[in-house]
C-alpha cells in the first residue's frame, strides 16, 4: 500500500516548500534565514516556551478537532470562532456563579460549555436542514453576531465584574478549576490530557462505530449514503452539533488553567486557526496535533525574532504557505495516487489474460 | 462474422472522406477503450456508429471532438491530418458534438445560449441575430431567440445544440444517441431534419444502439465491439439480424431463464402508488399496482424518463408517495406497511438494491472495497455489531464476494474508483444478495458492463430467482428483460399501461407498447 506516502509526504513537502519560500521573504527582508531559523529553534529550550507551545497547541487541537468533524460530513464550519467563544463567555458566567465541590464543578462547567457550544452551532444546522442555508454564510454572520453578545454579557450591568481596567466575568472558584502539571518553568494544562481523551474519541468515532462510517460516507456521497439508509440531513445536524460541542471546549483550557475569568480581553481567532490546523492534519486526530504543535510552535518562538530584528510577521508568512501548499501537495498526491492504484490493478489482472475492453466493460 | 466482412467492400466510394480513423488506440488506466480504429466517413453522408454499452463508442468521439487525445493513430479531417488537443481544435476543423446530455444553460433565451462563447464570430447584435434565423430555418427550431430556455421542450433544446454546433461553422455533427430522449413522433422530425440537412452538404456522425433507427437514417453503418471496429456495412443490404451479431459478437450470452420458479407467494405488494413530479402538474407515478413473488423476475420496460427511476426510488424509501402503499410480506405471509419506513429499514426488511447509477448511489469510489462492503448494511452481520462495525468480518465478507463474483481487483483495499465498471456492478452484485434478501430491486443491472461480468450478473439473479428471491428489474435492454422476466409491465408517462408475456412477446413489439404505439394501452 502507498497509504503511508499520502499521509506524510504532502505535509512535508509542504513545510520543505513553505520553508524555502519563507527564507527567500527573510533574504529580501535583508536578514539571515539560517540565523534566523536557528533563533527560533532555540527559543523552544528558553524558560517556559517549550510548555507554553503545547499549552497553546492544546487550544488549536480542539480547534481544528471541531473543524475535522464538520469536514468530515463535508460541512465547512467556520463558526468555530463564534461557538467557542459564545460557550465560554457562558461556561464563564455558569462557573463563576456555582458553589459545588471539586470535581463536579469542572465537569459542570464543561457540561455547560459543550451545551452552549451545541447551542450556538445548532442555528445554522437548523438553517441549513431546513432551509438549505450554507453554514458557511450563517456561521460567518454568527461570528460577527458573537462580539455583541459577549459584550452585552460581561457588562457591569449584566454579569461582568470590573477589574481595573478590565472588565471580565465573576472568578471561578479554586473548586472549578483543572490543576496544572508543573514542568520546567513553566505549568502544562491539565486539560492536555482531556484534549487527548478527546482525540482518541474522535479517532475510535470515526473508524469503530456505525456512526462514524455513516458520517464519512454521507460527507464522501450524500446519494450512494442515502441509497444506503443514510439521511443526509440528519448527518449534517448531528455532525454540525457535534462540532459546536467540541468548538465549547476550546476555550476551556485557558479559563479552567489560568484565566478563571472569561474577559473583554480573551484572546480570539482560535476557531480560524482550528481551520489551518484541520487542513494541515489532513482530518485526522494524530495529524491535527501535529499540526496544532507546528502552528504554536511558530506563535511562540517567533517571539525571539524580534532579537535579532526580523519582524516576527514571518512566522505568519509561513503558516500560510504551509496551508496553501499542504492543501496543493495532498491534492496532487491524491490523483497520482489513484491513478497508481487503477495501474495497478490492471497490471495485476493484465498477468491472468489480456487486458481489454471485455475485461474492464464501460468507458 | 463472413457476413460482418462481405459488405466491408461494397460501401461506395464518394470521394474525399470527411473524416479518416487510423490505428487510433485509447488506453485507460487498467482498460483499453479502443484498439487500433479505423473509421472513414465519406463527406455528405449519415454514417452511423453501432455498439453496445460499453463498446467504446463514447471514447471514439471524445477523441474525434478533441476531448481525449488518442495514444496512437491519426485524425484526417477532409483528408488532411490534423491534431485534435481540445474542443476548440475540433470546431475549427469544422467538427461539431451535440451531446447526449445537453450543454445548456436553462436561465439564458435560446439566442444567448448559441452565441454564449462564440461571440466573436458574428457578434451578439443583428448580424449574429440574422444568422441564427438561418440556422433555425434551416434545422426546423421553431423556438423565438428570445424564449428561455428552460421554457422548451427537449426537442426543441436538441435543436438548440445543433444550431449551436452549425453557428460555429460545423460540417461534419456528431449526434451522440440523440434519439434517447425523445418520443416517436420527434425521432422522425429530427430524422427529417438530418436528411435536409445532409441533402445541403453536411456530414453526420450518428451514435446509436438501436437498430430500426440506424437502418431508417444512416448511408452506413460502423460496428464496434469491445473497443475496436468489427466491420462496416450497408444499412440498406445487412439484415438487423446481421447487424446485431456483429455487434455483440457469436459468444453472445443469452440471458434466457429455463423453467418457471414462480410461486404464488407475494413479496412485494404495490397499490395505488402515486409521486407528484415537481413543478409538474402530471404524476410521475400515477396510481402504480403490481405484486412481485418470490422466485418472480417481474420486469418493467420504458421508455428512460418514463417513471422507472422513480419507481424504484420510491420503493427504496428515498422518495415521498403522495399516493397509495406499499407492503412488503414475509416468508410467513405477514404483510408488513413500508410505505412510511425510512431507507435503512426497508433495507433490514430484506431489500437489496443495485441502482441504476452505480457511481452516485451504490459506490464510495474513494473508499476501499471492504468499506463498500458495509454500505447499506451497516446496521447488520456479518459488517457490525450494534453500534460498532466488525471490520474483521467486513474484510472477510468482502473477500467472499471477490471470490464469489469473480470481482477482478488485486485485493480489497483498493479504493473502489480503481475498479473497471464491470467489477464494481460484481461487487455491488454480491453485497446486494448478501444477507439473504427476500427482494432485489435491480435498475439497469448490467449497464455499462463488459459481457463477461453481464453473464455472470444474469447468472446470480438466476440462482437466487430459483431459491426464492422476488426480482424487480427495470432495464433499457429488452433482450435482457424479455430473457430474464417472468412477467413484463410497461410503463409509460408514469402509468402501467401494458403487460407482456415474455414467452412469447418480441423486442419489436415490446418497443412499440413502451412508446405508446401498441395496443392495449389504456389511454
Given amino acids: 500500500m502507498t497509504s503511508w506516502r499520502t499521509k506524510l509526504l504532502p505535509p512535508l513537502l509542504a513545510i520543505v516548500f513553505a520553508v524555502l519560500l519563507s527564507a527567500i521573504a527573510l533574504i529580501i527582508s535583508g536578514a539571515d534565514p539560517l540565523q534566523a531559523y536557528g533563533t527560533m529553534i532555540g527559543q523552544m529550550f528558553k524558560g517556559s516556551t517549550a510548555v507554553d507551545t503545547v499549552n497553546l497547541a492544546t487550544v488549536y487541537y480542539l480547534s481544528g478537532l471541531a473543524v475535522a468533524i464538520g469536514f468530515q460530513m463535508n460541512l465547512f464550519n467556520i463558526g468555530v470562532e463564534g461557538q467557542y467563544r459564545f460557550a465560554a463567555v457562558v461556561a464563564a458566567i455558569a462557573g463563576g456563579a456555582m458553589k459545588l465541590p471539586p470535581v463536579i464543578h469542572v465537569i459542570a462547567i464543561l457540561l455547560v460549555a459543550v451545551v452552549a457550544g451545541m447551542a450556538y ?13 450554507s453554514e458557511v454564510i450563517s456561521t460567518i454572520m454568527l461570528n460577527a453576531i458573537v462580539a455583541g453578545i459577549i459584550a452585552f454579557l460581561i ?44 482525540g482518541a474519541a474522535y479517532w475510535f468515532m470515526l473508524n469503530r462505530t456505525r456512526f462514524g462510517f455513516e458520517l464519512k460516507a454521507s460527507g464522501e456521497s450524500t446519494t450512494a449514503a442515502a441509497a444506503g439508509g443514510v439521511s443526509a440531513k440528519k448527518m449534517t445536524l448531528i455532525a454540525m452539533l457535534l462540532s459546536g460541542g467540541v468548538a465549547g471546549l476550546v476555550a476551556m483550557p485557558e479559563l479552567l488553567g489560568r484565566d478563571y475569568s472569561y474577559g473583554i480581553t480573551a484572546t480570539q481567532m482560535y476557531g480560524f486557526t482550528g481551520i489551518a490546523v484541520a487542513l494541515l492534519g489532513r482530518n485526522h486526530p494524530g495529524g491535527i ?14 517571539v525571539s525574532l524580534e532579537q535579532i530584528n526580523v519582524s516576527k510577521e514571518i512566522a505568519t508568512i509561513m503558516q500560510g504557505i504551509i496551508v496553501l501548499s499542504v492543501v496543493v501537495a495532498y491534492e496532487i498526491v491524491r490523483r497520482a495516487d489513484l491513478a497508481a492504484e487503477q495501474r495497478r490493478v490492471g497490471r495485476a489482472l493484465a498477468g491472468r489474460k489480456g487486458s481489454s475492453v471485455a475485461e474492464g466493460g464501460a468507458v | 462474422m463472413s457476413t460482418a466482412e462481405a459488405p466491408a467492400e461494397a460501401v461506395p466510394d464518394r470521394g474525399a472522406p470527411a473524416v479518416q480513423l487510423t490505428g487510433i488506440t485509447k488506453r485507460f488506466p487498467g482498460v483499453v477503450a479502443n484498439s487500433d480504429v479505423n473509421l472513414t466517413v465519406a463527406a455528405g453522408e449519415v454514417h452511423a456508429i453501432c455498439g453496445e454499452n460499453g ?76 444568422r441564427l434565423a438561418e440556422l433555425a430555418e434551416r434545422t426546423g427550431l421553431h423556438a423565438k431567440p428570445e424564449t428561455l430556455l428552460e421554457e422548451l421542450g427537449v426537442a426543441d433544446r436538441q435543436r438548440v445544440e445543433i444550431v449551436k454546433v452549425l453557428y460555429r461553422g460545423a460540417k461534419i455533427i456528431i449526434l451522440d444517441e440523440p434519439t434517447a430522449v425523445l418520443v416517436p413522433q420527434e425521432v422522425d422530425a429530427l430524422f427529417d431534419t438530418v436528411r435536409e440537412m445532409k441533402a445541403g452538404g453536411y456530414t ?24 475496436t471496429t468489427v466491420g462496416t456495412a450497408d444499412p440498406k443490404t445487412i439484415t438487423s439480424r446481421q447487424l446485431a451479431e456483429m455487434m455483440v459478437g457469436s459468444e453472445l450470452p443469452s440471458p434466457e431463464t429455463r423453467e418457471s420458479t414462480v410461486t404464488d407467494r407475494a413479496v412485494l405488494r404495490l397499490s395505488g402508488l402515486t409521486l407528484g413530479a415537481e413543478g409538474s402538474d402530471r404524476n410521475a407515478l400515477d396510481d402504480v399496482s403490481f405484486t412481485v413473488h418470490a422466485g418472480e423476475v417481474l420486469g418493467i420496460a420504458g421508455v428512460e424518463g418514463n417513471g422507472q427511476t422513480e419507481l424504484v426510488e420510491t420503493i427504496m424509501g428515498m422518495r415521498k408517495p403522495s399516493g397509495g402503499t406499499i407492503e412488503l410480506v414475509d416468508a410467513d405471509g405477514e404483510a408488513r406497511d413500508i410505505t412510511k419506513a425510512g431507507t435503512l429499514a426497508r433495507r433490514e426488511a430484506g431489500i437489496g438494491y443495485i441502482a441504476e447509477d452505480r457511481t452516485r ?60 465498471g464491470g467489477n464494481q456492478q460484481k461487487l455491488i452484485v454480491g453485497r446486494e444478495l448478501s444477507g439473504n434478501p427476500v427482494l432485489l430491486v435491480a435498475s439497469h443491472p448490467t449497464r455499462g458492463v463488459d459481457v463477461g461480468a453481464q453473464a455472470l450478473i444474469w447468472e446470480q439473479i438466476r440462482q437466487a430467482r430459483a431459491a426464492g428471491l422476488a426480482v424487480l428489474l427495470i432495464s433499457a435492454d429488452l ?45
Fill in chain 1, 121 to 133: 452551532a445548532a442555528v445554522p444546522a437548523i438553517l441549513k436542514v431546513t432551509r438549505g442555508v
Fill in chain 1, 155 to 198: 457588562n457591569a450591568d449584566q454579569f461582568g465584574v470590573q477589574r481595573g481596567n478590565n472588565i471580565g466575568t465573576r472568578v471561578i472558584e479554586p473548586s472549578g478549576r483543572i490543576p496544572g502539571i508543573p514542568l520546567g518553568s513553566g505549568t502544562l494544562f491539565g486539560f492536555v490530557v482531556i484534549a487527548a481523551l478527546i
Fill in chain 1, 289 to 302: 496535533a501535529l499540526g496544532a504543535l507546528l502552528w504554536a510552535f511558530l506563535d511562540t518562538s517567533a
Fill in chain 2, 55 to 130: 463498446a467504446g463508442k463514447s471514447t471514439l468521439m471524445k477523441i474525434l471532438y478533441g476531448m481525449q487525445p488518442p495514444d496512437e493513430g491519426t485524425i484526417a479531417i477532409n483528408g488532411e491530418e490534423v491534431k485534435l488537443r481540445n474542443p476548440q481544435d475540433a470546431i475549427r476543423a469544422g467538427i461539431g458534438m451535440v451531446h447526449q446530455h445537453f450543454m445548456l444553460a436553462d436561465n439564458l433565451t435560446v439566442g444567448e445560449n448559441v452565441f454564449l462563447g462564440a461571440e466573436g464570430l458574428h457578434g451578439i447584435g443583428r448580424a449574429a441575430r440574422a
Fill in chain 2, 204 to 227: 453526420f456522425l450518428f451514435i446509436s444502439h438501436k437498430l430500426d433507427e440506424v437502418r431508417a437514417i444512416a448511408d452506413t453503418v460502423t460496428v464496434i465491439r469491445r473497443g
Fill in chain 2, 361 to 420: 448511489h451504490s459506490l464510495l469510489l474513494t473508499q476501499p472495497l471492504w468499506v463498500n462492503r458495509i454500505l447499506g448494511y451497516q446496521t447488520r452481520e456479518p459488517v457490525s455489531k450494534g453500534q460498532l462495525l466488525d471490520i474483521a468480518g467486513a474484510r472477510a465478507d468482502t473477500e467472499r464476494i471477490v471470490r464469489d463474483y469473480d470481482v477482478r481487483t488485486p485485493g480489497i483495499d483498493v479504493p473502489a474508483a480503481a475498479l473497471s
Fill in chain 2, 479 to 523: 433482450d435482457e428483460l424479455i430473457g430474464l422476466s417472468d412477467t413484463i409491465r410497461v410503463m409509460l408517462r408514469g402509468r402501467l399501461v401494458s403487460e407482456a408475456d415474455p414467452a412469447t412477446v418480441t423486442p419489436q413489439e415490446l418497443g412499440s407498447a413502451m412508446t405508446g404505439a401498441g395496443e392495449g394501452d389504456e389511454e
